[in-house]
């Protein structure tokens, strides 16, 4: 609550200018006339307004309320915010459960290893013409020598020689085991060009068909044909 506040003063009033001086002072503020002491005194009354204990008690007990309503709001709101994402999870959003549900099962129906072997075959050249050594199995080597334009001779080699080409690529694949190196049968002028690594493949059943997947060969060897995996144990 507010009140009015009255004060009264004493006062002397300058005969020249009509100011009002505190008694305190010895001559007029306004037009600086001296006192004489035969100047007329008043009282002077001033209002003001006070605020009383009980409007200050009061603005108190709003801001005490205020710091309890708001810690009470903050947990509304993070209440409501739980909600509302754990319903988006639930409803359509990205479901981690959702997920680990759907993950696809594979039944094994086999599994094999394979690798390839490359054929090569060779063809006669004859009459090569090169300053480079023949190859080791090289015939009708011949030599000479030529000068070089700095002076230097240097050996030329004419010979003949059988160069081995790929010319197709045969795959091996079993179920034992352990893969079986065998060596592919060859025809005749053929050879054995190179031999790649060992790739281990496994036969599922999926919604969709048949799926052949690579794997390695530590996983391979685990795998038991018949039995069901998620799809994530088969990468």
Partial sequence: MKKIVKTTERNWQCPYCGFLNDLSDNSCKNCGAVRNGDEVEKEVTTNFEETTTTETA????????????????????????????????????????????????????????????????????????????PPADATNIKTKQVMQSNGWYKTEYTYDYFDWKVVRTETITGEDDVPTFKEYSVSEGEKIMETSEVRYMVTVNTSSGKKNISVSKAKWITLIPGKVYSSNELP
């Avoid at 997920?99 to 004859?126: C, P, R």
Wanted: net charge negative.
């Fill in 58 to 133: 009061e603005v108190s007990d709003i801001v005490i309320s205020a710091h309890k309503t708001i810690p009470t709001l903050l947990k509304i709101i993070i209440a409501l915010l739980a909600v509302l994402t754990a319903a988006y999870f639930i409803i359509g959003g990205v479901s981690i459960t959702r997920e680990d549900a759907n993950i696809e099962q594979y039944t094994v129906v086999s599994k094999t290893w394979e690798y390839t072997i490359s054929i090569g075959e060779y063809a006669e050249v004859k009459g090569i013409t090169s300053y480079i050594k």
